[in-house]
């Protein structure tokens, strides 16, 4: 079964501080790997992506890294802001017709002022 | 514009009730979504419009009745609800069903309510 597994579950931080999110997946078909943030009552929001042929990408204060050996991936959050508390969500997207995303299970973000 | 548009925000229904949610993108995207989101948890698939076409159908009850009447549209006909079926209901939307570049956008849900 396709699978893409989150932690931590939820996670509390500083203002100022960084935040950390990894994901691991086992199916190797996967080719794009976004990330969501999701405020309550709001629709996700894709907030960046990376493809499996690079190892890090940056916007701003987010970053992704990417281990395609280890299957794993991860969001950094620099300088993390109160505005920053919600849902993120991994997620990994199929090389199939189907492209379907799955995603991991989510991190609620809570950053103290 | 990367806007999908969803409408109503907010609804309630009785289990005898027949209602209808709405989606709409104006983006060209041709490949559309339908997902529900319990609270706490992440999306979950229920239907994929490829071309106008039904291209995935999760093993979803027949009282969930989705139609895309155009490229821009999606619908999601709801009858004969159950209370466990009280969620967020998403649409989202991508350029196509292939490619890898591309991306799913998402609108900013309905939460329906089935008393």
């Known amino acids: 079964q396709q699978q893409v597994k989150q932690s931590p579950q939820s996670l509390i931080v500083q203002k100022g501080g960084i935040s950390i999110i990894n994901c691991a997946y086992e199916?190797?078909?996967?080719?794009?790997f976004p990330w969501y943030q999701q405020f309550p009552g709001k629709g996700p929001a894709l907030l960046i992506a990376?493809?499996?042929?690079?190892s890090e990408k940056k916007e701003g204060r987010f970053t992704i890294s990417f281990n395609k050996s280890a299957k794993q991936f991860s969001l950094h959050i620099m300088d993390s802001q109160p505005g920053d508390s919600a849902t993120y969500f991994c997620?990994?997207?199929?090389?199939?017709?189907?492209?379907?995303?799955?995603f991991g299970s989510g991190t609620q973000l809570t950053v103290l002022p | 514009d990367t806007e999908v548009t969803q409408t109503p925000k907010h609804l309630v229904m009785g289990m005898t009730n027949k209602k209808s949610l709405k989606c709409e993108q104006h983006?060209?995207?041709?490949?559309m979504y339908w997902y529900k989101q319990k609270a706490k948890k992440p999306p979950e698939l229920m239907f994929v419009?490829?071309?106008?076409?039904?291209?995935i159908n999760e093993s979803v009850p027949s009282r969930f009745s989705p139609e895309c009447p155009n490229s821009s549209l999606l619908n999601l006909h709801l009858h004969a609800l159950q209370p466990e079926d009280s969620a967020l209901y998403l649409c989202?939307?991508?350029?196509?069903?292939?490619?890898?570049?591309?991306?799913?956008?998402f609108g900013p849900g309905t939460r329906l309510l089935v008393l």
């Open positions: 997620a990994a997207r199929s090389s199939g017709s189907a492209r379907q995303l799955t």
């Open positions: 419009y490829s071309y106008e076409k039904l291209s």
């Open positions: 199916n190797t078909a996967f080719d794009y």
């Open positions: 990376i493809r499996p042929d690079v």
């Open positions: 989202a939307s991508s350029r196509s069903s292939g490619g890898w570049q591309e991306t799913q956008y």
């Open positions: 983006m060209g995207h041709r490949a």
